[in-house]
C-alpha cells in the first residue's frame, strides 16, 4: 500500500485531498490526523472491519480499546445508553479539548472497537484539522495513537510516516502538535468518577466541576497486585529502544549521579543519552544531552517527551538516563508516562 501524506496550509488540508481522505475513511480505510495531544489513526468507529484494520496496522493487541472522536455532542448521545449529567458537565467544560470519556454503550458501536468491553471511550479533539474531518466525514473516527504498539505516541506526521508507512491509506500533516501527552481518560461508568490515565487535565479541574474523583488504584505504583483499569495503561509503553533509568531526588544529587553513570558506561564502551532540564545541561560530562525544557515549563516538557524519546532511538544510544520532573499540575502525567517508558527503573537519590 501507498501512504499518501496531505499537508495542510493555515491549519487547512486542500479541498481535494480532504475529500480524498473522507472517501477512505467511508470505505472502512485509515487516515492518520493531528490532535491537540497527539496523532491519532483513524478508522470509522461503527465499522467492525476498520476497528480490524487498526489493530493490525499497529501490531496492537485487539483488547486494547479504541477512542471513538466525534465532532458534536450529539454524537455522543447517539452511541451511550445513558448521558450522566457528569457528562454533559464535563464536555461543557472541557470539549473540545484533551479529555476522554468512559461510558456505557449501547450497540451502534460494535466490540471490535472497545475491545470486547461494554463501554466506550470518547472525546471532542481541539484542532482544526481534525474538526474539519469529523465534521466533513461526518463519521465517528475510532482513534488510538499512530505510532505502532510499543513504541512513543507521535507527536508530529514525520512519526507516523516513520511507524506506519506502507500500513495506512493516508496521513494528514497538520505540523507538531501543541499538548504532545495523550488526554486525560475519565471513567464515568462506575459511582465515581475515577481517572484512568492521567493528562493535561487534572484530577483536581475535573473535581472542580464534578465533584469527588477518584484516581485509579492500578495506576498507584506501590501497590502492584492491583491492575490498571485501563487495558492500555497494563502494557509496558512508550517505551525507547535503548534502556532508559530515572534518576530523582535534590538537584545537585541527581547531577552528580548521571555523571557517575555516563562515565561508568562509558568505560563499558556503551552509548550515552541524557535527558536533562534546560538549567543542567551543561553539566554534564560526556554522553549526548538533550534538554527537554526549563524545570518549570512543564507545558514544554511534555510537547518534546515523546520526540526526545524517539531522537535517541535515532541516534542509537544503549542507555538514556533522565531527570525526574517535578509532579505538580500535569507534572504527574509527565512523569507517568517516563516511568512506563523506563519500566519502572528509577533511583533515588
Ligand atoms: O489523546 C488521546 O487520547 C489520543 C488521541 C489520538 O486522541 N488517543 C490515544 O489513544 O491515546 P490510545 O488508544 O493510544 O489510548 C487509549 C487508552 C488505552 O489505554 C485504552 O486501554 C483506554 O484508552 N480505553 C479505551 N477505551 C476504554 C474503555 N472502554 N475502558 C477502559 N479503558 C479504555
Ligand atoms: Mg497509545
Given amino acids: 500500500m501507498i501512504t499518501k501524506v496531505y499537508k495542510a496550509f493555515n491549519d487547512k488540508i486542500d479541498k481535494h485531498e480532504m475529500e480524498d481522505a473522507i472517501a477512505v475513511i467511508k470505505n472502512g480505510g485509515l487516515v492518520a490526523f493531528p490532535t491537540e495531544t497527539v496523532y491519532g489513526l483513524g478508522g470509522d468507529a461503527t465499522n467492525p472491519e476498520a476497528s480490524k484494520k487498526i489493530y493490525a496496522a499497529k501490531g496492537r493487541p485487539s483488547d486494547n480499546p479504541l477512542i471513538v472522536h466525534i465532532a458534536h455532542f450529539s454524537q455522543l448521545e447517539d452511541i451511550v445508553e445513558n448521558v450522566s449529567s457528569e457528562a454533559r458537565a464535563l464536555a461543557e467544560a472541557f470539549w473540545p479539548g484533551p479529555l476522554t470519556m468512559i ?73 507538531a502538535v501543541e499538548i504532545g501527552i495523550e488526554s486525560t481518560i475519565v471513567d464515568l461508568s462506575e459511582e465515581i468518577p475515577t481517572i484512568l ?26 501497590d502492584e497486585n492491583v491492575r490498571p483499569k485501563a487495558p492500555g495503561m497494563r502494557y509496558r509503553h512508550y517505551a525507547p529502544r535503548a534502556e532508559l533509568t530515572i534518576i530523582e531526588g535534590e538537584d545537585k ?17 556503551q552509548k550515552v543519552g541524557v535527558i536533562s532540564t534546560e538549567e543542567n545541561k551543561d553539566c554534564y560530562i560526556g554522553g549526548e544531552v ?6 518549570d515549563d512543564e507545558d514544554e516538557i511534555a510537547r ?38 523506563a519500566g519502572h527503573r528509577i533511583i533515588e537519590v
Fill in 103 to 175: 461510558l456505557k454503550k449501547n450497540d451502534k458501536i460494535p466490540y471490535e472497537t472497545t475491545g470486547g468491553l461494554d463501554t466506550v471511550a470518547i472525546r471532542m479533539p481541539n484542532h482544526p484539522i481534525a474538526i474539519q474531518f469529523l465534521k466533513e466525514s461526518d463519521c465517528m473516527v475510532a482513534a488510538p495513537s499512530a505510532n505502532l504498539s510499543g513504541r512513543p505516541s507521535p507527536t508530529t506526521a514525520k512519526h507516523v510516516y516513520d511507524d506506519l508507512d506502507g500500513k495506512i491509506d493516508v496521513i494528514l500533516d497538520g505540523g
Fill in 197 to 222: 490515565r492521567p493528562g493535561y487535565i487534572t484530577l483536581d479541574e475535573i473535581s472542580r466541576v464534578v465533584g469527588p474523583v477518584k484516581m485509579d488504584p492500578g495506576l498507584v505504583k506501590e
Fill in 253 to 269: 544529587k541527581v547531577v552528580v549521579k548521571i555523571n557517575e553513570l555516563i562515565e561508568s558506561a562509558t568505560q563499558k564502551g
Fill in 290 to 295: 538533550i534538554s527537554i525544557g526549563k524545570k
Fill in 304 to 341: 518534546q517527551l515523546y520526540k526526545v524519546l524517539r531522537d535517541f532511538d535515532d541516534s542509537n544510544v544503549d542507555v538514556i538516563y533522565s531527570e525526574g520532573f517535578d509532579t505538580s499540575g500535569i507534572g504527574g502525567a509527565i512523569m507517568n508516562r517516563l516511568i512506563k517508558a
